[in-house]
C-alpha cells in the first residue's frame, strides 16, 4: 500500500493512519506497538519527509540542558496553548436525541388513551425531524430538539416528565464519561515548523519573516530556534527496518528501534476549519473495561490519531509538522527522547549576552553553527548574522572598564 499517490495530504495521512490500525488484534496495542511489530508498515510513509524541521525555544535551564545533551522534549497536549489541540469533537445533543429515540422506538408507541405516560407515533416523527444542530449560514427550517421536547413533555404527567428527564441526563452522562476516557489517552507531542515551505517576498526566507513565531514559542525573542537535519529518520535510511525486532535492546535510546518510533511519530499538521468529530454511532460502539477505562478498537484508534493531527486553520501559518509517541514509551524516557540531528541554532534578537556566551558554548561542544538574528532597520523581518559583530561589541566593552 503506498499512501502517498494522493494528491490530497488530507487523504494519505488518513489513509495510512487507517494501514496501520487494520493491524490492531487487541485493543492493548498501541500505533507504536503496532509499528514495532510491524517496522515495515513505516514504507508507507517514504515518499514525502522534509529534510529539515524548525523548533523554537524558550531560554529556559531545562531547554538549554536538553540541547546540550541532544535530547527532545515529548510535551503533553494539556499544556499546548490550543484548548482543542488533540481534543476530538462530539455532538451531546445529537447522541441524546438517536439514544431517546432508541429507547421509544424499543418500548413502542403509547396509545391515545394512555399518552400522557408515552410518546405517540406523531411525538417520535416531531423528535426524529427535530434538529441538534444550530448552523450559523443558514436560515433554520428545522424546530429544534430542545423545542420539541419541551413543547411534548408539556402535555405529559410529572412522573413521565421526570422518567424522560432521568433517561437524558443519563445519555448525557454516558458520553461525557466516554470522551473523558478518550481525552485520557496518555500521548506526548513534540512541535516542529516546516518554514521553508511558505511563500513570502523575494530576498526574505520564510525563516527571517516567522516574527510571530519567536513571540510566541520563543519567549518574545529572548529564546533560540534550532533547526534540525532530520534526514536519518527518513525510512529509506534506517538501517534494517524489515528487521528492526520490538526485543531490540531496551536500554539504548540510541537504537534503530528509537529512530524507527521517531519516524513513524512524524505528520504534517491537517489545516482544518472543522474539528475531528466522533459520530454517534461510533460513541456508541465504545465500551468500558471493568476499571472504568476505554477498550479501544481499531476505528476508535484511528480517529484519535486524525485528532492529533488536525488543528484549526488559523494555526496554519506555522506550518507544522509533529512527532506523536505512546505515552507509555515516551515516559520510561522521562519523557526526553535522544534526538542527535541539530544542524544550526539561531538565537534570538532580544536573547541576553549569558545566554547567547552559554549557546555559543554549546554549540562548540555540539560543532553545529550558530547564527544571531538582528532586526532588519527598513522592513519587519529578522536577519542572521555571524557573531563576529557580537564578539567585537564585547570586546569594546571590556576597553570601557571603569576600574
Known amino acids: 500500500m503506498n499512501a502517498w499517490n494522493s494528491r490530497s495530504q488530507k487523504k494519505w495521512q488518513k489513509t495510512y493512519i487507517n494501514h496501520v490500525f487494520e493491524n ?55 499544556s499546548f496553548n490550543d484548548p482543542f489541540d488533540c481534543h476530538t469533537g462530539y455532538d451531546v445533543t445529537n447522541y441524546e436525541k438517536h439514544a431517546l429515540l432508541e429507547h421509544i422506538g424499543k418500548t413502542g408507541f403509547a396509545k391515545s388513551a394512555n399518552r400522557l405516560n408515552g410518546f405517540t407515533e406523531d411525538e417520535f416523527y416531531r423528535i426524529y425531524n427535530s434538529t441538534s444542530e444550530y448552523d450559523y449560514n443558514s436560515i433554520r427550517t428545522s424546530e429544534e430538539y430542545w423545542s420539541a421536547i419541551y413543547g411534548i413533555c408539556k402535555s405529559k404527567s410529572e412522573g413521565f416528565k421526570k422518567e424522560i428527564d432521568a433517561l ?45 513565531m519567536w513571540s510566541h514559542y520563543a519567549s518574545n525573542h529572548e529564546g533560540f530556534c534550532v533547526k534540525y537535519d532530520i534526514t536519518p529518520l527518513h525510512p529509506e535510511n534506517i538501517n534494517r527496518l524489515e528487521s528492526i525486532s520490538i526485543f531490540e535492546d531496551q536500554d539504548t535510546n540510541k537504537s534503530n528501534k528509537i529512530k524507527l518510533l521517531l519516524s513513524a511519530g512524524l505528520f504534517p499538521v491537517i489545516y482544518s476549519s472543522n474539528r475531528v468529530n466522533i459520530p454517534k454511532t461510533k460513541l456508541k460502539k465504545i465500551k468500558l473495561d471493568e476499571t472504568g477505562n476505554i477498550e479501544h478498537n481499531s476505528e476508535i484508534d484511528a480517529l484519535l490519531y486524525k485528532t492529533y493531527i488536525i488543528k484549526s486553520a488559523k494555526w496554519n501559518y506555522e506550518k507544522e509538522w509533529r512527532i506523536i509517541i505512546d505515552g507509555e514509551i515516551s515516559n520510561y524516557f522521562d519523557n526526553k527522547i535522544y534526538f542527535p540531528y541539530i544542524k544550526q541554532i539561531f538565537l534570538g534578537c532580544k536573547m541576553s549576552n549569558q545566554n547567547i556566551d552559554l549557546m555559543i558554548e554549546i554549540a562548540e561542544e555540539l560543532d553545529v553553527e550558530v547564527e544571531l538574528m538582528a532586526m532588519n532597520d527598513k522592513k519587519f523581518c529578522l536577519e542572521p548574522q555571524g557573531l563576529d559583530s557580537y564578539k567585537w561589541k564585547k570586546k569594546m566593552k571590556k576597553w570601557d572598564n571603569p576600574l
Request: proline fraction near 6%; hydrophobic fraction near 35%.
Open 24 to 78: 490492531k488484534d487487541n485493543y492493548e496495542r498501541t500505533y507504536s506497538k503496532i509499528l514495532l511489530d510491524k517496522p515495515e508498515l513505516l514504507n508507507g510513509k517514504k515518499a514525502v519527509f522534509p529534510k529539515s524541521l524548525f523548533k523554537f525555544y524558550s531560554p529556559t535551564f531545562d531547554n538549554i540542558i536538553d540541547i546540550k545533551k541532544q535530547r527532545l522534549w515529548l510535551a503533553h497536549p494539556s
Open 168 to 212: 437524558r441526563y443519563g445519555f448525557r452522562s454516558e458520553v461525557e464519561r466516554k470522551i473523558e476516557k478518550l481525552r485520557e489517552v496518555n500521548i506526548r507531542v513534540a512541535c516542529f515548523s516546516d518554514l521553508k515551505s511558505l511563500n513570502y517576498p523575494p530576498k526574505h526566507t520564510d525563516f527571517e519573516s516567522m516574527i510571530q
